[in-house]
């Protein structure tokens, strides 16, 4: 499956020159995009990527009791395969309704990511 269309990675490069522009450097996105492994724990809620790039930037929980901000190759999670033979897919379905931030605390407090 193709984790990034066309209008979700215009949405995640322009969070991060928007990011990048900004008087600090730090904006709370809602985020754009969540992926998730089918078969196992791990979910990414993603908020930006570089333009042309590889490396996405949001909350990533790999189901190990600690969530937290980081980045993540697009083209590695397109290349998984589990032992079932799924790949990571997008929620088609995923809307997101606060900023970043609030998915953080709520996960931080949980132990997981529940989007």
């Keep these: 499956m193709k984790l ?13 020159k928007a990011r990048v522009k900004s008087a600090d450097g730090e904006d709370d996105f809602h985020p754009v995009v969540k992926l998730f492994n089918p078969v196992g724990a791990a979910t990414w809620l993603l908020t930006e990527i570089e333009p042309n790039g590889d490396i ?12 937290e901000f980081g980045s993540v190759s697009i083209t590695e999670l397109e290349n998984i395969v589990t032992p079932f033979g799924l790949g990571i897919e997008r ?9 970043i ?12 990511l529940e989007a």
């Design 4 to 16: 990034l269309t066309k209008e979700i990675r215009t949405k995640l490069e322009r969070n991060f």
């Design 56 to 67: 996405a930037h949001g909350l990533c929980d790999l189901g190990m009791g600690c969530p």
């Design 91 to 99: 929620d088609r379905f995923f809307t997101a309704d606060k900023p």
């Design 101 to 112: 931030s609030e998915y953080y605390k709520a996960a931080r407090a949980k132990g997981y």
